[in-house]
């Protein structure tokens, strides 16, 4: 049975005084990422208000002693608040853990903060997803907020954040109300979203297309591009910050998807957190065309090492 929430004390929320959303850190076989990741989270100024669930993915061999390793740094890290470690018996695979996962916890949350083991947060991490999940709790088109944002210039951006049609699987959260229809391996939803994906409202990048046509094809098993069409069909929007909050430190060629570079980043520096203020609930185009800009580059011009990687990279940025 999964524990109630902390309540929010000594800290003050943009709204009214709420519950905290629940942290699911996700981890496999990294024992060094793992704890990094628990480090920078504990550094976090509701660490001690919030409540940490951790689920360990079983080995896919059973002389992985990595996998051991890992269970061993979480068991033994002192969260301030309240942890929780489930460990899974079998390996269930990274898309099958973290859809149980957080369906698992939000179950009993209204809300989630979800972490991979290569994700490490700056100490304001915890306190935008809270804020902005209560902004937007009562927004039906804001599926997810990311923590998480792209390297490009936001200069003549306002606002600390902005929305765009399509999310981040590096430190995000969501809410039980977006979730709580979202199936994996929905076949006829996933075609429908392909085949519609050049003639809606707001087309689908190209990028995402392809990922989406090799789910179709079984080439890949993907949670993220499953939950992008999801909400896709439904016109839905994500929050991202202007600055990033999260630096991906799996970029070493220690992940299944990983490869050594660090064209993604743009750092966790920021030593203040976001405001978040409500904006008008449509895309911000300028935005969306500096992202796609963004991928176009790197895509036409990318770094010799990246000329071999392009696909792995991309599978990494949304797993």
């Known amino acids: 049975m999964l524990a109630s929430n902390p309540q929010c004390s000594g800290?003050?929320?943009?709204?009214?005084?709420?519950?905290?959303?629940?942290?699911?850190?996700?981890?496999?076989?990294?024992?060094?990422?793992?704890?990094?990741?628990?480090?920078?989270?504990?550094?976090?100024?509701?660490?001690?208000?919030?409540?940490?669930?951790?689920f360990c993915d079983g080995a896919k061999e059973p002389s992985d002693a990595r996998v051991a390793e890992v269970r061993e740094v979480v068991r033994a890290f002192h969260w301030p608040g309240q942890k929780t470690v489930i460990e899974r018996e079998q390996n269930m695979g990274l898309a099958q853990s973290i859809f149980s996962g957080v369906t698992q916890v939000l179950e009993e949350h209204a809300n989630i903060i979800v972490v991979e083991d290569d994700i490490v947060t700056a100490p304001g991490f915890l306190q935008f997803h809270n804020n902005a999940l209560a902004e937007y709790s009562s927004e039906p088109r804001v599926f997810a907020v990311s923590g998480y944002s792209h390297p490009i210039d936001h200069t003549e951006l306002k606002d600390d954040t902005f929305l765009i049609c399509w999310p981040?699987?590096?430190?995000?959260?969501?809410?039980?109300?977006?979730?709580?229809?979202?199936?994996?391996?929905?076949?006829?939803?996933?075609?429908?979203?392909?085949?519609?994906?050049?003639?809606?409202?707001?087309?689908?990048?190209?990028?995402?297309?392809?990922?989406?046509?090799?789910?179709?094809?079984?080439?890949?098993?993907?949670?993220?591009?499953?939950?992008?069409?999801?909400?896709?069909?439904?016109?839905?929007?994500?929050?991202?910050?202007k600055r990033s909050l999260v630096e991906n430190i799996g970029f070493d060629g220690s992940g299944r998807h990983s490869t050594n570079t660090g064209v993604f980043q743009q750092g966790n520096s920021l030593q203040h957190t976001p405001e978040v203020v409500k904006l008008p609930i449509v895309q911000n185009d300028k935005v969306r065309a500096a992202i796609d800009h963004f991928f176009v580059s790197m895509q036409s011009n990318p770094k010799p090492s990246l000329k071999q990687s392009l696909k792995k990279i991309w599978r990494n940025v949304f797993p």
């Open 168 to 241: 981040s699987s590096w430190g995000w959260s969501t809410w039980s109300d977006a979730w709580k229809d979202f199936k994996l391996d929905e076949r006829p939803l996933l075609e429908r979203a392909y085949e519609g994906s050049t003639d809606r409202v707001h087309s689908m990048p190209e990028r995402f297309r392809g990922m989406l046509k090799k789910q179709l094809e079984g080439a890949i098993d993907s949670w993220a591009i499953q939950w992008y069409a999801h909400i896709y069909m439904k016109d839905g929007l994500f929050l991202f910050p």
């Open 11 to 54: 800290i003050v929320i943009n709204t009214e005084l709420m519950a905290l959303a629940p942290v699911a850190l996700f981890v496999y076989c990294r024992p060094d990422h793992s704890l990094k990741t628990l480090e920078a989270l504990a550094k976090n100024q509701l660490a001690d208000q919030t409540e940490l669930y951790i």
